[in-house]
Each structure stands twice: as structure tokens, then as C-alpha cells.
């Protein structure tokens, strides 16, 4: 499942939760404030039926629906500042003589990403391809590059990368590693490493001076009570 469509049935779940809370709230209002016979009106049976099968309908569509005809698909290679292939590295096609741009594309382990722009069926569309990872970012050399004219996505799976438009020249970014994620992950762990260890010294260094001034407080309390007894005037 791609990025976009997983994000709709997110939304489409969220909805469905919400409009079960809204159903269960009528239901309890009728049968409970209202005192009605029947939980649903005729009316209110035919909203119901109208969503469920508009719901379905749509549902029916996403699952089976095909790429979009006015998409196309572009491959490029990232190489780091040694020449070897860069895994990780972000890679997309924004849009020149038209607007957006269809999603970011991290590359393979063969430092390759293949992202999905406008195709150029009815006329030239033309993408400005990037790779950026961490601060370093750079352009293809063959921007703007002009898309292929047969339908293909990489988001959903189709003619991708059977039909993209492979270029030539490679994108070379200024980073040592060759896997940006894993250099990333590791540095996380790192980081939360040095973080669990400040969070034990937080505790236990404050803990340690706490017990210190205690004993030191207690004991100059136990010190001026017994020289205050010792000096009381005897009656």
C-alpha cells in the first residue's frame, strides 16, 4: 500500500469511528430521551443506507482503480562523495511548467529511486529532479528533465520500473556513508544512549547531594541542640 492511499483509509477509519459515535448517540437520544418505538425513522434508515453504499462504493473504487493516465515515472542514481551508490538518500521531482510534485523517494541499496511526476502525453511536462540527505542537497544535471509520455507509477505499482525514464547522469552528494539510514539509526541510538545516561546521572546526582545535606543538616541540628543542653543554667 502506498504512502498516499494509507493515509485516506487512516481518514476513512477516522470517519467511520466518529459516525459509529454519532449513531450510537442518536439510538441512546430515541430510545432513551425520546421513549420512540423504533430506534431509526424511516428517514433516518434511508441516510444510513445512502452513506453505507456511497462508503462502499468509494472503497470499491480505491481498490480497484488504476494509475492515474497523466502520470509518469523518472529514475536516477545517488552516488556519495566517493562515487558509491548512496542508500537512503532523498530523492524528488518537482514540477517546472506545472505546479507540486507527487511525493519524496528514499534510494536502494543500488542508490537508485524512481519517483512518479506528470507525464507527457498530451504536452512536454518537464520535472526539476533533487536528492538531499542530511544538509546536502544537489540537482540532476539533465534538469529540467522532460517525462516519458507512457503512463507509469511508482506509487502504485505500475509500469514502474518497467517504463521510467533512467538518467544518465548521477547525483552526487557530499556524505561520507554509503547508507544514510543506517548512519542516521545509529546515530539516534547514540544520542538516546548519552540521553538514558544524563537521565541517570539526573537522578542519582541529585539524590547523592540531597542524602549529603541531610546528614550535614542533622547533624549540626544534633551538634546545637547538645551544646544548647549542655550550656542550659542549672536551677
Known amino acids: 500500500m502506498d504512502e498516499s492511499t494509507g493515509k485516506i483509509l487512516g481518514m476513512a477509519l477516522a470517519y467511520a469511528v466518529s459516525s459509529l459515535g454519532l449513531l450510537l448517540a442518536y439510538y441512546n437520544y430515541r430510545k432513551r430521551i425520546m421513549k420512540a418505538e423504533s430506534a431509526f425513522t424511516g428517514q433516518a ?5 445512502a452513506v453505507v453504499v456511497v462508503a462502499g462504493a468509494i472503497a470499491f473504487w480505491m481498490a480497484t482503480r488504476k494509475p492515474e493516465l497523466m502520470q509518469a515515472c523518472v529514475c536516477v542514481d545517488v552516488v556519495n562523495q566517493d562515487g558509491a551508490p548512496l542508500k537512503g538518500a532523498e530523492v524528488t521531482a518537482k514540477g517546472v511548467n506545472y505546479n507540486g510534485n507527487l511525493g519524496t523517494v528514499r534510494t536502494d541499496d543500488q542508490g537508485r529511486a524512481c519517483v512518479t511526476a506528470r507525464n507527457s502525453a498530451d504536452e512536454p511536462r518537464q520535472v526539476a529532479i533533487t536528492a538531499k540527505a542530511r544538509e546536502f542537497q544537489a540537482s540532476s544535471a539533465a534538469n529540467p528533465v522532460t517525462t516519458p509520455s507512457e503512463a507509469a507509477s511508482c506509487t502504485r505499482g505500475y509500469n514502474c ?6 538518467l544518465p547522469e548521477k547525483i552526487k552528494l557530499d556524505v561520507g556513508e554509503t547508507d544514510i539510514i543506517a548512519a542516521d539509526m545509529a546515530a539516534a541510538q547514540l544520542r538516546a544512549g548519552n540521553r538514558g545516561q544524563a537521565t ?9 547531594i540531597f542524602l549529603i545535606s541531610f546528614v550535614v543538616t542533622w547533624l549540626l541540628f544534633r551538634h546545637f541542640t547538645r551544646k544548647a543542653v549542655n550550656t542550659e543554667p542549672v536551677k
Open 200 to 208: 541517570w546521572a539526573g537522578y542519582v546526582l541529585p539524590g547523592i
Open 161 to 166: 520500473p518497467d517504463k521510467c525514464l533512467v
Open 45 to 49: 434508515i434511508g441516510v444510513i443506507v
